[in-house]
Structure formats: structure tokens, C-alpha cells
């Protein structure tokens, strides 16, 4: 079991959790978290690209691995649908969507052979590679997108 990476994305994602416990849930769906993006869709939005991460380990898990091929010249077309997609999404069923997303995840990380981490994927990444920029880095990249929006707020409400 690759122990680092899962120690990593639980510490990720708790932090990411941790962070939504500070939105007030009037500011849910209030865009301006990143961009013109709200809480709710940063929610679906990370659910995908867990949804995305445990696609990538059943396919290494199942000797797939040359199936994935996901290129990051895709990836602001990905996040524009992603976000077009989740805007018809209720804040729970964000909440529900992501929570089942990382359980998926994390499952078969846990249960991923240790030599499949340094497996090239089709699109040239390594498991683990894949496993970072969909997971830990991903939850820190938007955690700190939370932080930064409330850390804001806090300042002109002191102005």
C-alpha cells in the first residue's frame, strides 16, 4: 500500500474540508472564490478530478494503464465543462458527489500495488504523478483558493 500518498491526500483533503467548514453557507454558490467560480462549484470540481484519479488507478490496477490518455492541453476545456456541469448541482449533492469521489479515490490507492506507482500511464505521467495532481496538490491548490477568498474578506470587513 503506497502509505505516503494516502497519509497525503487524507491530510490534503482534510484540510480542504476543514476550510469549508468557514464558508458560511449563504456564500455557497456567491461566485468569487476563484474567478468567477463559488464554493460549490470548487466542490464539484475537485469531485471530478477524484472521479478522474480513481479512473486513473483502476486502469493501472486492471494493466490498462496505456488507456489513459489524458493530456493537460485538455484541461481548461475539462474545467469549463466541469464547471458548466456543476452549476445545475445542489450545494449537498456537491458535498455528497465529492465525499463518494474521495472514498473511491482513496479506496484504491490504499489497495494499489506499491510498483504500479512508477507505471507510465498512455499519456506518459506516472500513477503517481497522476495520483499528486489530481489529489493532494489539487485539494491544497483549491484549499488555499478558500483560505485566500475568507483571508479577504476578513480584511475589508476590518477596513
Not at 45 to 66: I, N, Q, T
Amino acid at each position: 500500500m503506497p502509505d505516503d500518498l494516502v497519509r497525503d491526500l487524507d491530510a490534503s483533503r482534510g484540510a480542504f474540508i476543514e476550510a469549508l467548514t468557514n464558508v458560511d453557507e449563504d456564500l455557497v454558490t456567491v461566485p468569487g472564490v476563484m474567478d468567477d467560480w463559488s464554493v460549490r462549484d470548487l466542490v464539484v470540481h475537485v469531485a471530478w478530478w477524484s472521479e478522474h484519479g480513481a479512473d486513473a488507478l483502476a486502469l493501472a490496477a486492471a494493466g490498462r494503464g496505456d488507456d489513459f490518455g489524458y493530456s493537460t492541453e485538455e484541461t481548461d476545456a475539462m474545467n469549463a465543462r466541469i464547471l458548466e456541469d456543476g452549476r445545475s448541482v445542489s450545494p449537498a449533492d456537491a458535498l455528497a458527489r465529492e465525499e463518494a469521489a474521495f472514498a473511491s479515490f482513496r479506496g484504491r490507492l490504499a489497495e494499489l500495488d506499491d510498483e504500479l506507482l512508477a507505471l507510465r500511464l498512455g499519456n506518459g505521467d506516472t500513477v503517481e504523478e497522476v495520483v499528486r495532481y489530481d489529489g493532494p496538490d489539487h485539494y491544497a491548490e483549491h484549499t488555499a483558493h478558500l483560505r485566500g477568498w475568507f483571508a479577504e474578506d476578513d480584511t475589508e470587513a476590518e477596513e
